[in-house]
């Protein structure tokens, strides 16, 4: 009420009215908190009732006041904005004291003294910690005790990744290595972390479709026949493109590769699951760092349990990761591994060769009840899903041949067919590598098969089981297609299949007899009587 009239009787001209209202209101001040007056009334009224001494110093005061309470800096997050504080701040954390108390106190004073961003401040530990990778011990209990809002420290990594993703340097791997350092101690939790990463799922999503799509292009131009000219230049700068490797050069995959780096397996395999199909190890070095992992955890399991040993290099030993001694934890330890390498377990021919080994060696020792044991089905498992495609992008291996039909031939023959079924008709469709293989493939077969002859059946026939040791089931259906259209071909064919070997005859079986069970008879009928002669041929 007091702040109205004193606006009404500023604004009105009669003097009277206004010297009424200074009366009463300077008998009344007596009773009212001065406080609430000087925030309701005009400066000269306040003046005049003796509130004030001076209303210009009054009014002065006030936009000081005001000015550095809304308008003054209070922390400085910017190191050109407060240079002497921060340059203290990077000396103290590039020479810490011993103990980590100590230099949370030491910092503590520096944010105070020089009014320091404390967020600035926890983001300048975390770069120091990428170049002192050393001292990770020590910076993990120094961000502990420094105080800050709970998920603050996420939330920083967070936006420093964001900031790298547009980086076209890439983000750093030191990044990455901090980041599995606080997963694994549990500072920070792995699924908010990875929302923060780019690209989103829907976009690598996205990319394996397309990668996929230019697989099947790739093969079907290297399967087409034409007459021009332009085509063939076409088809011939495709052979160039990568075999239908899925990009992978993201935030999320190299986290992954930090995780497993440091021991962190359970993490790192959750994180896989929610990537695209075989998106880290179509990475180089994410397919590194995973034979890092099953050749540690095999390591010692091999030797003891294989009496050949392979001369390479040492392996490297990860910390913190558990190693294989019995066939339960070979079984718990090393097979998801393996499902996650998928076919990219050709890249190392040293690690086929070991894992071969073990599984020939179960299966020769528990070879009396294969059908009731839980350890043999998960050799299945791995390898209709591993081995099979694995050989396939191996180039004329006879020795991986022998070794996996090593312990195959101990299964029986329907499981085997199972596994050739699924070799066949469902893993050349699966992967963007194995599209290209077939078609690759293919390609050779016919060369082959359009130069085969009586008069040439060595040299052409070697080539056959060249081709027949890593993919039997491509080559097989080509050389089936030509028998059943040419008599001619019966017996220079038959005479080539003495080079195959013994898993190739098996498969061979396998083709021949899902060819004369065409469900079309009548018209296949002249077809499947070639082929029932090329059986007799053969037998």
């Known amino acids: 009420m007091m702040s109205v009239l004193d606006i009404e009787s500023i604004t009105k001209e009669d003097v ?37 001494s001076n209303s210009k110093q009054f009014n002065t005061k006030y936009v000081r006041t005001k000015t550095k309470l809304f308008y003054k800096q209070q922390k400085f997050n910017l190191l050109r904005e407060e240079n002497e504080g921060y340059n203290k701040l990077v000396t103290e954390l590039a020479n810490p004291a011993t103990d980590p108390e100590t230099s949370v106190n030491n910092i503590l004073k520096l944010i105070g003294r020089f009014d320091l961003d404390p967020n600035r401040v926890l983001n300048l530990i975390l770069e120091t910690w990428q170049n002192y990778l050393d001292k990770s011990d020590f910076f993990l209990k120094l961000i502990k005790l420094f105080p800050k809002q709970e998920g603050s420290l996420c939330s920083m990594l967070g936006f420093t990744f964001g900031f790298y993703a547009n980086d076209p340097e890439g983000t750093p791997d030191s990044l990455f290595k901090v980041a599995a350092f606080l997963i694994r101690k549990n500072v920070i939790d792995l699924h908010e972390l990875y929302s923060h990463l780019g690209p989103s799922f829907d976009e690598m999503k996205a990319q394996y479709n397309k990668t996929l799509n230019n697989a099947r292009t790739t093969a079907k131009n290297m399967l087409t026949v034409s007459l021009n000219k332009e085509d063939e230049n076409e088809k011939e700068s495709t052979k160039d493109q990568p075999k239908g490797e899925i990009y992978t050069a993201n935030q999320k995959v190299k986290l992954v590769i930090a995780l497993i780096e440091i021991g962190c397996w359970i993490e790192a395999d959750d994180m896989i699951q929610l990537l695209a199909p075989y998106c880290v190890p179509s990475d180089p070095k994410g397919r590194e760092v995973l034979f890092d992992l099953i050749s540690w955890r095999i390591h010692e399991f091999y030797k003891s349990c294989v009496n050949k040993a392979i001369r390479v290099k040492d392996v490297k030993a990860i910390k913190n990761d558990p190693q294989v001694t019995s066939w339960d934890g070979f079984s718990d330890l090393v097979l998801t591994p393996l499902l996650r390498l998928g076919p990219y377990l050709s890249y190392s021919p040293i690690l ?13 020792e528990h070879k009396d009840n294969l059908l009731g044991d839980v350890f043999a089905g998960q050799i299945m498992t791995i390898t209709n899903d591993v081995i099979l495609p694995s050989l396939s992008m191996v180039s004329f291996s006879y020795n991986l041949t022998a070794l996996i039909w090593n312990y195959l031939q101990h299964f029986p023959y329907h499981l085997r067919y199972r596994l050739y079924a699924k070799w066949k008709n469902e893993s050349y469709r699966k992967n963007p590598l194995l599209i290209v293989t077939k078609a690759e493939t293919v390609q050779k077969s016919r060369y082959i098969l359009k130069r085969l002859t009586k008069e040439n059946v060595k040299p052409f026939g070697r080539q056959i089981g060249k081709v027949s040791h890593c993919n039997p089931c491509v080559i097989f259906e080509q050389i089936l297609s030509q028998i059943q259209r040419y008599d001619n071909m019966i017996l220079p064919i038959v005479s ?10 098996d498969v061979l079986s396998y083709c021949i007899i899902e060819a004369l069970s065409d469900p079309d008879r009548e018209k296949q009928k002249r077809k499947k009587y070639r082929l029932r002669l090329c059986v007799d041929t053969t037998a």
């Open 496 to 505: 080539a299949l003495k080079y195959l070997g013994l898993l190739g005859f």
């Open 352 to 364: 086929f060769t070991k894992i071969l080994r073990i599984f020939g060696k179960y299966i020769e």
């Open 16 to 52: 009277k009215d206004r010297e009424a209202f200074v009366s009463i209101l300077g008998g009344a001040a007596k009773h009212l908190r001065h406080d609430l007056l000087k925030e309701k009334l005009e400066y000269e009224t306040l003046e005049r009732v003796k509130l004030i």
